[in-house]
């Protein structure tokens, strides 16, 4: 991208903007013939500032409204949003009002997100105004730093009345799409599903689980498995719905329900048969056919009636759970995941605060970071679940006997007692940190497992913000 033959902006100052970091244009959300049109027309400076700008904005949003937020995919949609309204902010400063873009398809594909979702117009407007704040404030920023002190007043004033115009005539667009979707979406039969579906999982015992059914078309009746499935791609709608389908017929399904819940996640049931038990080698091909399409899914298990619809949807969720805190461990990762795999560390990770308390003063030094503590911990804990074979334990970590015989022997003296002093408790503590890591094995707040640009207090700051 070059910046040949540009117009030269009506104020000076913005095209001496640049971003502070190393990311640039590289780290744009939006597509690239949305980022070249606007460096054809105010520069790659300017455009790098507005990009940073825009990450530091969707941080401060999703930290004062976090119902915005959510999976990879939903933070990125909204990323890609706020930085098309960011351009539109810079190009409304260099050339004018009238040279603004009309409300581009990224910012209205959220506004529709944020209508299924069932995000109240309120708090999309919440949104809004602490975006146009944060943004604000780093352009008057900006313009105090590159104006000269004696116009610098007057340039402050007319920038602010331009920004405070623009984000009305914003507001009152998306008010717009929001109240024209919100009206299609709600006589939809998605949504009648989407309505009933959420009942089902709420607390209260539906009155008439035949109507129920009826209207999801899926008898409620029947004996079911419910899966939670993710990407991180914002797009995979139709293919979601299609992997999810997918693997639950796999699992034995005779019929199946979709709901789609957010960008890039969406709940799925299947019934199954009452016994619980899928085809010999299902679990391996839904794992391979998940992993080819860069998916991951979590599954309860098996339960029957709306007592088991809901009940294996919260094990798939607390699956997924586990597999987002895995992720952020950097832990290799999993496509297919069964709650009955994961549920002690499921239910021990419920309070994560306190789950970390327990780790570290379990393993005390032994929960310290870095590689060669990782290694004595990874070695320990499985030596304790391999009942003490040397020759297991080397077989599963690919290593000589003897590297295991000397990590038992370190892990143990850092530990500072005999393993079999608390053995439970030690291997439980050994548990969480392999499957977790620095999730308990540091002090964090509790919402860690959220993805990291919805965690509260977060003020990660870009250009002209603090």
Known sequence: MTDTGRRRPRRDWVARLAPRGEGGLDGAACPRTVVEGAVARVGSGPVGWAIELNSAVVRRIIDEVPALGGTPATVEMLRRGNEATTFR???????????????????????????????????????????????????????????????????????????????????????????????????????????????????????????????????????HEAVVVWSDSPHGGPALQAAATEALRARGATATLVVPVASGRLWAWGAVPPDGTGPAG??????????????????????????????????????????????????????????????????????????????????????????????????????????????????RLHVARGTVTYRVKRAQEVLGHDLDDRRFVLHTALALAEELGDAVLLPHEAERWAPPTSRRGSREVGPGLS
């Open 89 to 223: 902010a810079l190009l409304t400063l260099a050339e004018g009002p009238a040279a603004a873009p009309p409300l581009g398809e990224a910012t209205l594909e959220g506004i529709r997100e944020f209508v299924h979702r069932g995000v109240p117009l309120e708090q999309v407007l919440q949104g809004v105004r602490t975006g146009h704040a944060a943004t604000a404030e780093a352009f008057l920023r900006a313009c105090a730093e590159h104006v000269a002190p004696e116009p610098a007043l007057d340039e402050v004033t007319a920038v602010s009345r331009e920004l405070f115009s623009y984000v009305d005539d914003l507001s009152d667009a998306m008010i717009r799409t929001y109240l024209v979707e919100h009206e299609v979406w709600s006589t939809s039969a998605a949504a009648a599903r989407a309505d009933v579906v959420r009942s089902l999982l709420g607390d209260v015992a539906t009155a008439d689980v035949g109507e129920a059914s009826r209207v999801l078309g899926y008898d409620l009746r029947r004996t």
């Open 282 to 395: 299902a679990w391996e091909a839904v794992a391979e056919s998940l992993s080819e399409q860069g998916m991951r899914a979590a599954f309860g298990t098996s339960g029957g009636g709306v007592a088991g619809f809901r009940r294996s949807h919260r094990e798939a969720e607390r699956g997924e759970r586990v597999e987002r805190l895995r992720r952020e461990a950097g832990r290799v990762p999993r496509h297919a995941t069964a709650y009955a795999d994961v549920a002690a560390v499921a239910l021990l990770a419920t309070d994560l605060a306190a789950a970390g308390d327990f780790v570290r003063r379990e393993l005390g030094e032994l929960a310290a970071p870095g590689a060669p503590m990782e290694a004595l911990r990874t070695t320990l804990y499985h030596y304790i679940g391999a009942e003490r074979s040397l020759m297991e334990v080397a077989r």
